[in-house]
């Protein structure tokens, strides 16, 4: 009998198909997702739908995951396959804005429902846990453009995240783009942007959605060096990953 129960055993696992292998996005897709940055804290991947494009079925991560949208575009279709398959249809977002999501093991299929291209980053916050991923989420609207005026304001915050708003005069000291004491940061480019050192010597340029890396206490100061008003989101990664 125990010779019966194993060759059944066996037979059954022969059977049963193993789980299909994770697809990268930027395997299946190179030409809508780029893999833009990525260390033990973050993951930055730039993504690009042509108008009314689909995408195959890709898989991403359960990070908890922020949504930079940087151009103006219409509605994108999600359909998400698996032990619980379902749709839904992102809407019309606008540049400057962003969105909070928990994330979750996902494995979709994408098609732009627009004649606009959709362009945003996908920013995945590693080491959360499952209590802080749940708390992760919203919608942010983008703010009013602030013209001549040096501005930081604080749009999220949470135990382990800040994320603000930064603008920087033209022709001014760029109070803001380093992270709180304590804090590593990502800096994102929502304009273009050229920023030179406190001191007059580095310089950096970054065009619309190029990110900025610093740890805690890493980041020097900076001017704009342009004769326009640069524009940035700040997200403080407050605490050392849960897990």
Known sequence: MFAHAFALALLQALVLPAPAPAQEPW??????????FENARVRVTRVHYEPREKVSTHDHPDNATVYVYLRDSGPVRFVHTGDEAFTLVRPAVRAGGFRLSRGADERHSV?????????????????????????????FPPEPRRGARQTQKVRYEDARVRISRVTCAARRRCAGLGGAAGAASLLVALTPARLRSAGGGTEVSMALGETLWSEAGGTPSFDNASNAPAEFLRIDLKTAPAR
Request: glycine letters at 6%; hydrophobic letters at 40%; aromatic letters at 10%.
């Open 27 to 36: 395997a299946v897709a190179p030409h809508a997702y780029r893999r833009a």
């Open 111 to 139: 098609e732009s429902l627009t004649d606009l291209p959709t362009d945003f980053l996908r920013i995945e916050l590693k080491g959360f846990d499952d209590a802080a991923r749940r708390a992760f989420r919203g919608r």
